[in-house]
């Protein structure tokens, strides 16, 4: 199987990206070093050489809440200069993708992995991370044991067991359900247009899929564009039949501006020339030659970087009934095509829906009771916390990278609490234009730990920055004023 070469400049480059990503994350992060190096071996790889991943890279990181472990990924996405991310709490309020696309295509209401991903234009080609933030509230068992149904994100043990959402096979079920739509739409409106037209001529061309457009609406339509070029030059881009209030029928056939969304359609299945060119075919005959000319020239002055982009973007301009015409064409050849292929081959065909260069971090939190009270240290096995959670054969497929954080020492939140107190006094200088704010370090160390519970360390980060500002909130008026009265 042959590669992208990678030269040595490039891995120099990324070494020395990577090496000082870590190095400004461990001056960011208190007593978490070994966190962090755990961290940065598990994903050298990943970054290095992405080239010659094949699956997935996953890590999970477990700790209290509060520890800055989604903290510590966002960090590593900024420091990688990684540009496509995507992240979210793991809940249970919506659909899988299958059910979406199957079921509620237009719509699309429900959320998956799959839609998260695209509404992040991460592809499966795409250098990217995925963050799964919660995901001890995303249980599969309850205390009993019993199946909890989770209908939102079921797309997502897929994609930790095989490193894809959707296979080769999905593009014809996701088209059959979007032509059931279109069509079911274009019947509706062929009622609705026959019961409404007057003339006999314009029922019968209805009803054979023809315009409802009348001679005097095209001599005066024509009149318009004629006009509009004396006075621009052009016809702008855009310009329709939706824009001369065209009946919905006419929308239909000609217009874009109400078309069906196809953005995760494009995604699924590869939008080929052969399909552009099938697609030319229908404008021509339903938008006319005007609309086929602009367009076509969009198309070809186009940037061309990015080719999925201007095929989307050329796809929206086409009319819903277009739309029908090309699908019905494409899932022809599609079935065709898998029919002539064997196991191997379409084993070949799914591994290009494998997202093998994401990064994926799964982030949970632990109990103050899973600690040794006097080592800090955890006691309980994660993997065997996660199968009171889950079911063993979803256990497995979290991989075998799980890092815990520590229960912090107290000297480690002490470095905390005085690093945020002189961040916040170096900040209010700055903002101020001044150097005369000056904290009493230790006064307010003294009232932060006054203000926490007595069993703080077990609470994480998150207590302690909010227990130093609330603590700064009543000091820091006081300062102000007196600078100011000082400067009067």
Not at 91 to 115: G, H
Request: charged share 35%.
């Amino acid at each position: 199987m042959q590669k992208e070469k990678i030269s040595k400049e490039i891995i120099k480059s990324r070494y020395e990206i990577f090496n000082e990503a870590k190095r400004r994350i461990k001056n960011e992060f208190y007593g978490i070093d070994d966190v962090i190096e755990k961290v940065f071996k598990s994903i050298e790889t990943w970054y290095i050489y992405p080239e010659f991943m094949t699956r997935p890279c996953i890590i999970n990181l477990w700790g209290l809440t509060g520890v800055g472990k989604t903290d510590l990924v966002q960090k590593i996405r900024t420091y990688l200069k990684i540009d496509k991310y995507a992240s979210t709490e793991m809940d249970n309020n919506s659909n899988s993708y299958e059910e979406m696309a199957t079921n509620n295509y237009v719509r699309q209401e429900s959320k998956s992995i799959f839609d998260l991903l695209n509404q992040s234009e991460i592809l499966p080609s795409s250098h990217a991370i995925l963050l799964l933030d919660e995901i001890h509230r995303y249980r599969t068992i309850d205390e009993k044991k019993k199946i909890i149904v989770r209908n939102r994100y079921g797309d997502l043990w897929k994609l930790l067991s095989d490193g894809s959402l959707v296979d080769s096979t999905l593009g014809i079920t996701i088209i059959n359900s979007v032509i059931a739509d279109i069509e079911t739409m274009y019947d509706n409106i062929r009622l609705n247009s026959t019961n409404q037209a007057e003339k006999l001529e314009d029922k019968i061309n209805i009803l054979f899929g023809n315009s409802s457009i009348s001679k005097e609406q095209l001599e005066k339509e024509k009149k318009e564009k004629d006009a509009m070029i004396k006075k621009l030059g052009y016809i702008p881009y855009g310009y329709g039949r939706e824009n001369l209030a065209a009946s919905e029928y006419d929308n239909f056939l000609k217009g874009s501006a109400k078309n069906i969304d196809l953005n995760n359609l494009v995604y699924v299945i590869d939008v080929d020339e052969d399909d552009i060119e099938i697609l030319k075919k229908y404008k021509l005959i339903y938008q006319g030659w005007d609309n086929f000319l602009v367009n076509e020239i969009f198309f070809k002055s186009s940037n061309n970087s990015d080719l999925l982009e201007r095929k989307k973007k050329y796809i929206s301009t086409c009319s819903n009934k277009i739309i029908l015409e090309w699908l019905k064409e494409k899932k022809k050849k599609m079935i065709e095509r898998f029919n002539e292929l064997d196991a191997a081959e379409l084993r070949k065909e799914n591994m290009r829906y494998v997202y093998n260069k994401l990064l994926i971090f799964i982030c949970g939190n632990t109990e103050k009771e899973m600690y040794d009270e006097n080592t800090k240290e955890i006691k309980t096995d994660i993997r065997e916390y996660m199968n009171t959670l889950f079911r063993p054969e979803q256990v497995s497929r979290f991989g075998n990278t799980f890092i815990e954080y520590p229960i912090l020492s107290k000297d480690v939140y002490d470095k905390i609490i005085m690093n945020e107190i002189k961040y916040t006094e170096t900040r209010l200088n700055r903002e101020y234009e001044t150097d005369k704010i000056k904290f009493d370090e230790n006064e307010i160390y003294k009232l932060v730990i006054e203000d926490l519970p007595k069993d703080y360390i077990f609470n994480g980060v998150r207590p302690i920055y909010s227990a130093v500002q609330r603590v700064l909130s009543n000091i820091i008026p006081k300062i102000l004023i007196n600078i100011y009265n000082e400067e009067k």
